[in-house]
């Protein structure tokens, strides 16, 4: 490089040249490299230790500025000031710089190779600018002069400088003012990878170390994939916000629905012009139910079979085959036989379902206005034997009810003489059932007194309870053949349904606090509990009522039959009765004596076996034989007894419900058990005299009972529950079997691990 031609020196000069000279001769001179080899070494320890180094300092910077031209005067007065300044600094010890500069040594020009492909025109074109965000710091250079205004990338001194490889070429010298060094200085810009954008580094006056970057990776870290749920999510999330999400769009379109709805109902309303009393015409409901009765089955809803349509004719078996065709009209008509069957089969046990106790509405009742319990006044007399019993009937014909009401809650009606209560108690009966609530419930509560409180038993008629029936609308029919009213003593009323619950409701608590206190006859106890057992097997009874039916039989049986006479007329009228009934009503008959206790459990099984077993036997305070029923349940396979369930005209349904009535048989098995006790303990009293050996256990008849029921079970074909009259009778057998086997254990005293057979023994651990 040529040198600057100087010009006459004063001597000032020349002693501050040599003082320079002099003071940075001080350390060894960098010496040019002759070859590639030795540039590398020398570079790789130049770049070491200023990696190693201390911060420059501002001074030593300045130091490195001055170049050894010839300005002019102005321009060496003020190197020279600068000169002394640095010489000043560079012996103080805030100044930690041991770089040796090179003077007029011009330095090895190095091309580092990229490891990456955006370095490749640099090396290539040597005079095009080094990239941006790469810092290479090869030596001991001169800064400009505006050095102060630009920020300086803070280094990170974790990061190990790369070392390039040497390669051949001029080297330029750094003292030089011109040349590609003005971007040593610039600000690195961001990656073309990474979309991230750094700040600019504030100026800063504190002394940095200038290292050389690291290059770029070779392989720059992608970003995670961005997750589409968490895009939904804010999606969803900023939509709840608006309300425009799927949740509040819903309840948008619920609410345009009761809108449209309740738009619809009101103009329909409008334009029919339907009035609120228009829907309580009893008149032309009755004419559309006659209307609809009167129209074509086919036609009605519900009636339409589309197997009734199929008609399977000789085109249809021509399309599928001869063969085919053929089977699938069988399989059609088989069909409709079966179907046909059961629609028999169920039509005739809803008719011979339940016993018909009230008169059904006819036609022309319907036309007759239904009359309110409260506005009949009941042609009732109190007499006149008593004043007692006067006032209450005149209170009562002037129709006085609080007055009335106010003298029976009183106790007034007690001071009257036991002998002339039964007139009285028939019409406070009577007004319990059809009066006002007021006066019904004074008259409820004065015969529950009665009957509680006093020591002498006033009886309660059953004609008022017969004449009751028959005021409710009992069938003529039925009240006459069991012989308690005539026809022309049954009245023409017609109460509304709500009102007849309610009377109904009222007769059987009348008739429980009666049979609680023992005020029936022993004569008609027997006609009490018919009328009870006629109300229970109505199909319009319901639930509640019919178990307030079991409490009052059980009491009126628990507390009116005390001697076998009583046992004798109940079972001989209800048997009569219910011999004529089928398999269904026959056992809803039994169940109501067979859910009671003591007596009442006693006549249900002796009317339950009687039913069964066709011999006419009389009851008694015994149970009877179980030979009988052992011989009923086994009869001759293809016999068409009862019990033959090999036989096809079996009816399983109406077998179920013999088996409940052979339930309520066996219900009480106590008396058995301890039977077969004693015969166990006689044959082994039997088995001591003579020889072990030769005895044999005798078979006793509740073993034999439940091994007969178990053969029937068995015999009842069921594959894959395909039958369910088939399922429910195996099932009512099974538990018949399983109760009658745990119950001879328990009663015995022993079960089958040899223990006493109660809770504790049961729990408590076997004893060795």
Known sequence: MAKVPAKKQSKREKLVEKKVTDFFARKPLATPMSSPTAASEQMTRSRSSLSLSKPVTRAAKLAQECTPTHPSRQTRSTSAMITRSALKRAHSPDNYLNVSPVINVPPPKINVKSPNKRMKKFESDPESEYPQDVIHVVGPFTPPNHLEKLPVRPSIPSVTPRVPSPVSGPVTS????????????????????????????????????????TTASTSSQRGNAPNPLDALLREKKTADKRNTGPAALRLAEEALKQSSRETSVSVQLRETSIRLPDLTDEQAAWKAVQE?????????????????????????????????????????????????????????????????????PLVEDMNIDYIDSQSIRLNTSFGQEHPVLALLDRLYRGGLDASFALLLNSGAIETIPAYRLPTAISRLFDISLFSSSQVSDAAYNTLRDLWGLRRVRVELPFSVIASTLGHLGAHPAVLEELGWLNEADVRDDRFSPERHRDILMKLVAVVKIAALAGAFSPKEVAD?????L???????????LRIQLNIVIDALCSHNTQDLATHLT?????????????????????????SGGGRTRHIGQWLAYCLLCTTLILPTDQLPSLDPLILLLSPEPGSGDLFDVTSESMDFEDLGHYVTILTVALADIIPYAQEERTIIRCASSASLESSPSKHRKPLLPL???????????????????????????????????MRIYYEC????????????STLQAYFSPRQA
Do not use: C, Y
């Open 570 to 594: 109940i079972h001989k009228k209800v048997l009569k009765f219910g011999s004529k009934l089928s398999a269904v009503n026959k056992a809803r008959l039994v169940l109501f004596f067979g």
């Open 745 to 756: 254990l328990a009663i015995k005293g022993i079960s089958s691990r040899q223990r006493t």
């Open 528 to 532: 009490v509990i018919m009328s009870l």
């Open 292 to 360: 609809q009765s009167h129209r074509s089955p086919l036609n009605s809803f519900g009636s339409h079979d589309d197997s009734d349509e199929l008609d399977f004719g000789a085109r249809e078996v021509k399309m599928l085959g001869t063969s085919a065709g053929q089977a699938i009209n069988k399989i059609l008509i088989g069909d409709k036989t079966s179907k046909g069957k059961e629609k028999t089969q169920i039509a005739k046990r809803q008719k011979d379902s339940g016993v018909s106790l009230w008169r059904s």
């Open 534 to 544: 006629l109300i229970g097997l109505d199909l319009s009874t319901w639930n509640e």
């Open 703 to 737: 073993e034999l009972l439940r091994r007969v029921l178990e053969v029937i079970q068995g015999k009842i074909v069921d594959t894959r529950a395909a039958h369910l009259d088939r399922s429910r009778t195996k099932a009512a057998i099974q538990r018949l079997t």
């Open 174 to 213: 750094l003292g030089s003012s011109s040349g590609p060094t003005d971007h040593l200085f610039s600000q690195p810009s961001p990656s073309r990878m990474s979309g991230r954008t750094r700040k600019r580094a504030a100026a800063s006056r504190v002394p940095t170390t200038v290292t050389e970057a």
